[in-house]
């Protein structure tokens, strides 16, 4: 491995990285402002990977965004959401209208259709790289500029501090890499977890998650939180990025949190970029994080040799802070409260999945450890035990500085925002009636072998064993994760299938193409990980050198239809097998691998690893062998069955299996 070049400890090579705030409502974003953020991202009501949050009109954001021009902190607009076919002229139509009354510094995407029709309507700020989009390749970085014209990539809030350093070794100069410093964890890495869309089309990766990995499931009759992380929290470790070249900015997750959050959370992780050195400020700055209504802070993997754990089974993982319990009889419970509460402070009682859990908003103050008895009118509580946490705060002082803010707002009273006449570029589809085939796709060779394509999941033990016959004729998968410190292994194991006559590829992330430098008779095509959803994205993969794809599963009907209509590459659909929940890095301490785990809405699963991902699945299949002519006659040629081994434990449901396919994707 080459050694790692940094700079001494405390220093910056460059310019100090921005704090990055989020901002999902008015006030958040005034209150970025008033505690001295750098620059602020937010979303709008559509296209956006935080759908949940009240986010910005145009008309709204106007005025906003001249004050920040004003204040000199820039401002980014997420449109890091998966794009259906049908959308791509009216995204290109607010990009437009975007491009022409508002101007941000940056567009923050995931799917590559957007970065293009930015292009297309003029836009010149810089694209920005979704964490959504899992580059966690090095080598990738530096094609991602030349390929797709990203100036900035959001890493992935799994890496720790030497991964780090290799995606900064390897970053372009004219490039820059953007870090999550605090905010929520998910269980699945980012851009690889389906749970919420395989429960009901509510897609994260179009920022409808419902949040399922939140719920308690039971394990050999023991229930628990075991997918529920903490917030990820480096607090005072933010020193040790000082000297890393090439990060631009620190990043605080949070569009739905209100603006208590954002302006704790921001003095914080500003004071410890500017004053780290001084020990009270360090403490001060460590108190205002742990008094931001967060869940509890952890740094995850972020320190190899000290690693924390990401669940903890045994700790409170609703968001807000930690308040207390109820306590009283059922005809009057009430509250004593671990710390001051003041009036406007707002509660919830239980945590958001639970039955007749609730929310309250107080009218007076209530000292700490004194009682506050719940209004009776609330109508039953959860029962006594039950925890109550502390959501949002409206302190005094900070209101006053967000009035002061809100009186700098131009009014725009006659603002008026003309209509876009954007007309979408599409290239031709390509003219085919494509040949059926059938691939089945095993971890390890077995007996679909013989009756259809070959094809494994890529495995560097699996290659040292297998003869080089079977290596030329194979489909090799790669996986949809590859970590930093792996990379070296599977450029090897690339380079000896190459050398043993391999050329057939499936890649599950965009960026993997950077494995293969002289592509010649190569067959690389996008796997289904890659997400691929609209005709853009997949023109981009073609220019990139991709010879086919497998599009995005989470795709309905009319979606599959309209893609396949318009696609300038050979498409391929997954219709049978075991698609995962979502793949993971990390695992709860006290749950089994290879064991059932049940929710009590009845859904069911098992997690199992392979290689360094631990891959949860749920216990159905996906199945839609019953409109595979459907899907062969919209000019679906290659048709996959993803087989899975099935630990003896675990008991498959009969159920439809159809997921997005009637429904719609939301």
């Not at 720790?160 to 998910?186: R, S, T, W, Y």
């Not at 190899?304 to 059922?330: N, Y």
């Amino acid at each position: 491995m080459k050694r790692v070049v940094t700079r001494k400890a405390g220093s910056f090579p460059g310019p100090k990285p921005e704090i990055l705030a989020p901002a999902g409502s008015r006030d958040a974003f005034l209150a970025a402002l008033a505690a001295g953020a750098d620059a602020i991202y937010c979303g709008l009501k559509k296209y956006s990977a935080r759908m949940a949050a009240v986010n910005f009109s145009l008309e709204e954001l106007i005025p906003l965004a001249e004050l920040a021009k004003k204040m000199s902190v820039k401002l980014y607009l997420t449109f890091n959401t998966l794009v259906k076919p049908d959308e791509l002229q009216p995204l290109g139509r607010q990009l437009d209208v975007i491009n022409r009354h508002l101007r941000p510094d940056g567009l923050i995407i995931q799917d590559l259709a957007v970065g293009a029709l930015a292009r297309q309507v003029g836009f010149e700020g810089q694209l920005h790289l979704s964490t959504l989009a899992n580059v966690t390749n090095p080598q990738a970085l530096k094609g991602l500029g030349k390929t797709y014209g990203i100036e900035r990539v959001v890493l992935p809030r799994e890496l720790n501090v030497d991964e780090i350093k290799l995606m900064a070794q390897a970053c372009p100069q004219d490039m820059g890499l953007e870090l999550f410093v605090h905010g929520a964890l998910c269980y699945g890495v980012s851009g690889r977890c389906y749970w919420s869309s395989l429960l009901g089309g509510k897609s994260g990766l179009r920022g409808r998650c419902v949040q399922p990995c939140r719920r308690r499931y039971a394990q050999e009759q023991v229930s628990e939180r075991y997918f529920s992380c903490q917030d990820f929290s480096l607090d005072v470790l933010v020193k040790s990025l000082a000297p890393i070249p090439s990060i631009r900015a620190w990043k605080i997750e949070g569009r739905k949190k209100g603006p208590h959050y954002v302006y704790y959370t921001v003095t914080a992780y500003k004071m410890l970029r500017d004053e780290g050195r001084d020990p009270q400020l360090k403490k001060a700055a460590v108190q205002l994080l742990e008094r931001s209504l967060g869940r509890l802070g952890t740094h995850y993997g972020f320190l190899p040799q000290r690693p924390q754990k990401a669940i903890d089974t045994s700790e409170h993982t609703g968001s807000g802070l930690f308040a207390g319990v109820v306590q009283g009889s059922k005809d009057k419970p009430y509250l004593e409260p671990r710390f001051e509460l003041l009036a406007r402070d707002r509660l919830r009682i239980g945590y958001e999945d639970d039955d007749g859990h609730k929310t309250v908003k107080l009218s007076k103050f209530v000292p700490k450890h004194g009682k506050y008895y719940f209004d009776p009118s609330l109508g039953r509580l959860p029962g006594k035990g039950t925890s109550v946490f502390l959501v949002d705060r409206r302190e005094p002082a900070l209101d006053e500085k967000i009035q002061s803010m809100a009186s700098k707002l131009a009014t725009n009273g006659d603002l008026s925002i003309n209509d876009s006449y954007f007309a979408l570029r599409l290239p031709p589809a390509a003219a085919r009636k494509p040949d059926y085939r059938l691939m089945h796709v095993l971890r390890k060779p077995g007996e679909h072998m013989r009756k259809t394509s070959l094809a494994l999941w890529l495995n560097p033990e699996l290659v040292k064993r297998m003869p080089a016959a079977e290596m030329e004729q194979a489909w090799w998968w790669l996986p949809p994760v590859i970590w930093p410190e792996e990379t070296e292994l599977w450029q090897k194991t690339i380079i000896m299938l190459r050398a043993k006559g391999a050329r057939r590829f499936m890649l599950n992330a965009p960026w993997q193409m950077v494995f293969f430098k002289r592509l010649g008779r190569l067959n690389l095509w996008g796997g289904p990980f890659c997400n691929f959803s609209n005709p853009m994205a997949i023109r981009a993969f073609k220019l990139a050198g991709g010879r086919g794809v497998i599009v995005s599963p989470e795709l309905a009907r009319a979606d599959l239809k309209a893609l396949a209509a318009k696609s300038v590459l050979p498409l391929g659909v997954v219709v049978f097998g075991n698609w995962p929940f979502c793949v993971s890095r990390t695992l709860a301490h006290n749950f089994k691998l290879g064991q059932p785990f049940t929710s009590p809405r009845g859904e069911a699963g098992w997690v199992q690893k392979h290689g360094s991902l631990y891959w949860a699945y749920p216990n159905w299949l996906l199945d839609l062998r019953k409109v595979q002519n459907d899907l062969i006659n919209m000019g679906y040629g290659l048709l996959i069955h993803l087989d899975e081994p099935i630990p003896s434990g675990i008991s498959i449901k009969k159920r439809p299996g159809d997921w997005n396919w009637e429904i719609g994707l939301d």
